[in-house]
């Protein structure tokens, strides 16, 4: 049975969530503090503890608290939120058809970005120099989904990013050496969206398909594992 003490905390991070969100819809500049809650430090503590817990990063606070820090896995991610000054930053020209989807991470410090295409290439950007680092044209249809693969960056110290496409194939590609590492193939549609699992260095890959099936892969080995029927559409 759930003690007062867990009630008393469980209604403290709704209320938070609640005034978080109310705040920012009706400030119409769009800047988010949260020293317009007014909660105390009691209050905040608990707050923090619960996203811990649940999110599993660390949560930080800096001294005007209208900033936060999230340390998770090798980054720092140091956020503003909303502010009224957010700007355009960078715009990365290169596709010629629309880009489906983006995928972001960091490599020997570098920032870098990876997009997915009607154009059917997968293209990766540096963020930092504004420039596009590679292209692959392996796919013989739109590209729907892109994400970098954290198994090979864990396991193997590789820059891969894994894209899946109309023509029913997921790919996986290094694109510091330029060179296509593995392919999978099983579904009999276009493969809408692919996902590493949070657990094990992410070495399960699953995927969604026009086929009506999930598949669960293992990455390592390349096989399919299961396949999840149930869905009546794409």
């Known amino acids: 049975m759930e003690s007062r003490q867990n009630k008393q905390n469980t209604k403290k991070v ?26 105390s430090k009691e209050e905040i503590k608990v707050i923090i503890q619960y996203w811990i817990r649940t999110l599993n990063v660390q949560l930080g606070w800096i001294q005007d608290f209208d900033k936060f820090v999230v340390n998770y896995t090798y980054t720092i991610f140091m956020f503003e939120t909303f502010r009224s000054s957010s700007k355009l930053i960078n ?6 058809n629309v880009v489906y989807s983006i995928d ?8 870098v970005i990876c997009s997915g295409s009607d154009d059917r290439t997968v293209r990766v950007w540096d963020v930092d120099n504004n420039k596009q680092i590679q292209s692959f044209n392996g796919h013989s249809s739109r590209v729907f989904c892109v994400k ?10 590789q820059n891969v990013i894994c894209s899946s496409s109309d023509d029913n194939i997921i790919r996986f590609w ?22 590493f699992s949070s657990f094990n260095d992410g070495r399960y890959l699953c995927s969604g398909s026009d086929d009506k099936t999930i598949r669960l892969w293992d990455v390592e080995t390349s096989k399919s594992l299961h396949i999840f029927n149930g869905h009546e559409n794409a």
């Open 174 to 195: 290094d694109f510091k050496r330029n060179k296509q590492l593995q392919i999978f193939n099983g579904h009999t549609g276009s493969v809408y969206g692919i996902e």
């Open 148 to 157: 970098f693969s954290s198994y090979h960056r864990h396991n193997h110290c």
């Open 104 to 111: 972001y991470s960091t490599f020997d410090d570098c920032q």
């Open 91 to 96: 715009t990365f020209t290169g596709h010629s």
């Open 14 to 39: 709704c209320n938070v969530i609640t005034k978080y969100f109310l705040g920012f819809l009706n400030n119409r500049q769009g800047k988010w503090e949260i020293l317009s809650i007014n909660l």
